[in-house]
């Protein structure tokens, strides 16, 4: 897997719309971050930094890493999609 593009093509139609509107998010909230591939995932990185991860899961798709400074900033908001230590899991058919 070389791009984005194709990371998001390989799942399901309903995984790849809610892959393709977190990307945009990502994109809105963060205009001069650049994409790749890393760890075989979609990576943000920002000022020569990585932002943050996702991936598409057969049910789910996950953003990494919630650092200890965002879990504790946003302890209630993100509370219901918590998922391991520094995981956010969004269910599919369920808007972000």
């Known amino acids: 897997?070389?791009?984005?593009?194709?990371?998001?093509?390989?799942?399901?139609?309903?995984t790849q719309e809610v892959l393709a509107e977190l990307r945009t998010l990502v994109r809105t909230a963060a205009p001069g971050a650049t994409e790749k591939i890393s760890y075989g995932i979609p990576a943000f990185d920002l000022n020569r930094?990585?932002?943050v991860y996702f991936a598409g899961w057969k049910k789910h798709v996950s953003i990494y890493p919630v650092t200890a400074g965002v879990a504790e900033t946003f302890a209630e908001e993100i509370a219901f999609f918590r998922s391991g230590k520094g995981t956010l899991r969004f269910a599919l058919g369920q808007p972000l």
Request: hydrophobic share 35%.
């Open 49 to 51: 930094r990585r932002l």
């Open 1 to 14: 897997m070389t791009c984005v593009d194709e990371y998001v093509a390989k799942f399901p139609g309903e």
